[in-house]
């Protein structure tokens, strides 16, 4: 596609639930990144692939963070009994060569209530 | 944890002004880019230099980086309502991922 797709838009969990969020990054990009961007902050590093293999996992919070890219392409982020503290924006960022720059997507804001 | 800290914190100006926003970091850079986000929205790449450059112009946006003091600036010329936004400078350590500053929210009234 011709940007970065991530699903869903919105989240609302309730706390004790598992959530998914989806990235469908642009076509050919070997770098994908997951950032946690909580209110009024700027994004803090999650993790990082090269085409399938998570080369950086070392910002994830917790073990209940997991992520994933098996075929190199999508990606998902899984976080388990979810956290009041979990609550934010996932951004999921791509690129095909690191010194162009990143192309974000348009975020999932994960509600934990 | 944030790496950058960006000066001002907020910045109000009117449509036609220029705007000025600094970055600093703590740690040696391969580059720094800088980003826009708009309220609700995915992250926009604005400008990269690199830590062997001083000074890059793209449009009405002027970058400069001082590798010496750990710092960088932004800035929007002749400035319009459609630039309000939080902008962001990120800094690739090489370690293949940005780590970004805490922001400065700019609004452009007409």
């Known amino acids: 596609g011709a940007g970065v797709s991530q699903s869903p838009r919105y989240k609302v969990a309730k706390r004790g639930q598992d959530v998914a969020l989806r990235c469908d990054p642009i076509?050919?990009?070997?770098?994908l990144f997951w950032y946690q961007q909580a209110l009024g902050q700027g994004p803090e590093f999650l993790t990082y692939?090269?085409?399938?293999?998570?080369?950086?996992k070392s910002g994830l919070p917790s073990d209940r963070f997991f992520a994933e890219r098996p075929e190199g392409s999508v990606s998902t982020l899984k976080i388990q009994r979810t956290q009041q503290e979990d609550s934010a924006v996932y951004l999921c960022?791509?690129?095909?060569?690191?010194?162009?720059?990143?192309?974000f997507g348009s975020g999932t804001r994960l509600t934990v209530v | 944890s944030q790496q950058g800290e960006e000066d001002p914190q907020a910045l109000s100006i009117q449509e036609g002004e220029n705007a000025t926003m600094n970055c600093s970091y703590k740690?040696?850079?391969?580059?720094l880019q800088w980003y826009r986000q708009n309220s609700g929205r995915g992250l926009v790449h604005l400008i990269l230099?690199?830590?062997?450059?001083r000074e890059k112009h793209s449009g009405r946006l002027r970058v400069t980086l001082d590798t010496s003091k750990k710092s960088s600036s932004l800035l929007i010329t002749a400035s319009r309502a459609a630039d309000t936004a939080s902008y962001f400078c990120?800094?690739?350590?090489?370690?293949?991922?940005?780590?970004f500053g805490t922001g400065t929210r700019l609004l452009v009234s007409p």
């Open positions: 990120a800094t690739d350590t090489g370690f293949q991922k940005l780590v």
């Open positions: 960022a791509s690129s095909l060569v690191a010194y162009y720059g990143y192309t």
């Open positions: 076509s050919g990009h070997v770098s």
């Open positions: 230099i690199r830590s062997n450059e």
């Open positions: 740690t040696s850079i391969n580059n």
């Open positions: 692939f090269q085409n399938e293999a998570q080369l950086d």
